[in-house]
């Protein structure tokens, strides 16, 4: 396939599926609940923020078991996440909440979180890197792919109106990085889009450039239309 033809394929996919009807069993539905909520005066941008860094932390693996796991941790808060985070007192023990992430590793999102807060009025001022070491406690690494802090910007930078959020304005929607999971990065080898084999952010970074050929002023568009093609493939 030619890259015309890879670029058309691409801008074809992401037409049909940046649709909200494809996205109602996903996780984006915790932090796009309190964005509703936050539009009749009845939550913060800080809710938000919370449903959103917790619900891309557990974003890994079947979406159902996703959304039962995020919707555990929302249980857990009482469905009002700032709140929650600002009182201190967070579940904190060694069962597993999703997959291998724990309720002790919860509480520690959380309790950076309530430091975060502390000093700073929105998430948005983070870099990439200073949310991995800051919110997720991870140790500071300029290769990491970093899949879920990138997806957790594209919920709340792009604003088209129909799938994201569109609530962080001071980020172009042109600066964000595709968040690289092992279905995009398969697809996009596929298609030729890149030949790096190692799933970090150099090879994020060569997809993204890619995409921009495609989505000029929106490159992450293109996450809705590799999302689809590996759906289509079976990937």
Aim: aromatic fraction near 10%; include cysteine.
């Amino acid at each position: 396939m030619s890259e015309t033809e890879v670029i058309r394929l691409l801008q074809d996919y992401a037409a049909q599926y940046n649709d909200w009807k494809y996205f109602t069993g996903d996780p984006i539905i915790f932090p796009k609940h309190f964005a509703g909520l936050m539009a009749e005066g009845k939550a913060t941008l800080r809710d938000v923020e919370v449903a959103a860094a917790v619900a891309a932390h557990l974003a890994w693996g079947r979406r159902d078991m996703i959304v039962r796991d995020c919707r555990r941790a929302m249980d857990e808060m009482g469905w009002q996440p700032y709140e929650y985070v600002k009182a201190g007192h967070y579940r904190n023990d060694d069962t597993s909440l999703h997959r291998t992430v724990k309720w002790s590793e919860f509480a520690g999102i959380c309790r950076r979180i309530k430091e975060f807060y502390e000093d700073e009025d929105s998430m948005e001022v983070l870099s990439p890197g200073e949310m991995r070491v800051r919110i997720y406690g991870q140790k500071d690494d300029p290769s990491a792919a970093n899949k879920k802090i990138h997806m957790l910007r594209r919920w709340m930078v792009r604003n088209d109106g129909k799938v994201d959020l569109g609530l962080w304005k001071s980020i172009s929607p042109r600066n964000l990085i595709i968040p690289l999971d092992v279905h995009v990065h398969r697809t996009a080898v596929n298609l030729g889009i890149t030949a790096r084999r190692s799933a970090d952010i150099r090879t994020a970074g060569e997809i993204t450039s890619f995409l921009l050929k495609a989505f000029p002023d929106d490159p992450v568009l293109g996450d809705f239309a590799l999302f689809a093609v590996a759906a289509s493939a079976g990937c």
